[in-house]
């Protein structure tokens, strides 16, 4: 019923930038937050970026002042954009859209199938 389509991962030298896309299509009635996640091998899935509906924002801390989130609610879209990579940022990033495919249905969270960010050093 929603499809979240991500786009933008690849191989980028340390101190380089890479700008995340993840748009949400199919039968959505309303979107609440929509964020990023990432996750390595052997670890949890980690909170990157969230935008609340209202405009809020929050980041992790350790891409705080790098890592900058938005969203363009008419094409129930969101970004990442990533600047000043380390390699530590090397992750597979997935897209989390919470929302609601009728108005009287509950609030569900939708995941990308996530997209490869490689940071050489």
């Known amino acids: 019923q929603v499809q979240l389509v991500e786009s933008g991962g690849g191989l980028v030298q340390a101190g380089g930038s890479l700008r995340l896309s993840c748009a949400a299509s199919g039968s959505i009635f309303r979107i609440n937050a929509m964020g990023w996640y990432r996750q390595v091998p052997g670890k949890s899935r980690e909170l990157v970026a969230n935008s609340a509906s209202g405009g809020s924002t929050n980041y992790a801390d350790s891409v705080k002042g790098r890592f900058t989130i938005s969203r363009d609610n008419a094409k129930n879209t969101v970004y990442l954009q990533m600047d000043s990579l380390k390699p530590e940022d090397t992750a597979v990033y997935y897209c989390?859209?919470?929302?609601?495919?009728?108005?009287?249905?509950?609030?569900?969270?939708?995941w990308g199938k996530g997209t490869l960010v490689t940071v050489s050093s």
């Open positions: 989390k859209v919470n929302g609601r495919v009728f108005e009287w249905s509950g609030w569900v969270d939708y």
